[in-house]
């Protein structure tokens, strides 16, 4: 075996070690919390109407507010790193399970990677004392991000894929956990059947709301790409808000926030029950 391929096979053993499996565990527990905690802040804003951030902004200044809230923003960065590793292993080696080395996999498992990636960076920047890193409003960061875009020769047209993009993953998001395509990466076989019926509710209910609000937010960029206006554009905060404004008024928006709330309850049976 030459050099170069006795490396990639350390380092492909290495990505299929403990480290990395205990690292994406970890990943999906931190993201249960974020999701819990922002779900949280919807349903409050549904009930009474509060100001607060129903996004990660939102979830981390909660955490702060905790006795122990240094503690487990660390710990919530370091495990979004953990998942961020893990996605980069699928990325370069494959998934696990059944045609894991097709290139589509491997190159949504390497988006994953960037989005974890990032969202680990802002969360431990916020840790350390840089509160403008991770606590930024989203629908803030979303008009800033699209008035940039629209400087650009051809603005609206990259508005409109960006947004297109965010369109297409929340249906394909809610449309995976309508069909429950969860369960194929899960040990179900070994699952207990209560266990079982906890994933499908939490994860089908869960996965739909979690699709709507991204579904939400492509639908309001693409309103801003039509119109060249980056105030039409929302981040997850406002797209929540935005289910008010519904003919089914504040019950859709609190029916999306505990749907956030059984998400964040699902990603804790995937760092559990998850094939890694």
Do not use: N
Request: aromatic share 10%.
């Amino acid at each position: 075996m030459t050099t170069a391929g006795s490396s990639t096979a350390v380092a492909r053993r290495a990505a299929r070690g403990g480290v990395v499996r205990a690292g994406a565990r970890a990943g999906f527990a931190a993201r249960g919390v974020l999701y819990l905690l922002v779900g949280a802040l919807a349903v409050r804003i549904g009930l009474t109407g509060t100001s607060e951030q129903a996004d990660r902004g939102g979830a981390l200044a909660e955490v702060v507010t905790t006795p122990f809230g240094a503690v487990l923003l660390w710990a919530l960065g370091i495990g979004l790193a953990g998942m961020a590793v893990w996605r980069l292993s699928e990325a370069l080696f494959g998934v696990a399970g059944p045609k894991g080395d097709r290139p589509g996999k491997r190159a949504l498992s390497g988006a994953r990677f960037v989005f974890y990636g990032v969202s680990s960076f802002l969360v431990l920047s916020f840790a350390t004392g840089d509160r403008g890193s991770g606590a930024g409003s989203t629908d803030r960061q979303s008009q800033d991000g699209t008035s940039r875009l629209l400087e650009l020769p051809g603005g609206p047209w990259w508005v409109g894929a960006v947004a297109t993009g965010f369109l297409g993953a929340g249906l394909w998001i809610a449309g995976r956990a309508v069909l429950r395509k969860y369960r194929k990466h899960l040990a179900w076989e070994g699952m207990s059947i209560p266990s079982r019926r906890f994933m499908d509710v939490t994860g089908t209910v869960g996965g739909v709301a979690r699709g709507l609000v991204f579904a939400a937010v492509g639908f309001f960029g693409l309103k801003a790409s039509i119109q060249a206006d980056p105030h039409e554009a929302k981040g997850m905060d406002d797209a929540i808000r935005s289910f008010a404004q519904t003919p089914a008024g504040p019950w859709l928006l609190l029916a999306v926030a505990v749907g956030l709330v059984l998400f964040g309850v699902f990603s804790f049976g995937q760092s559990k029950w998850r094939q890694v």
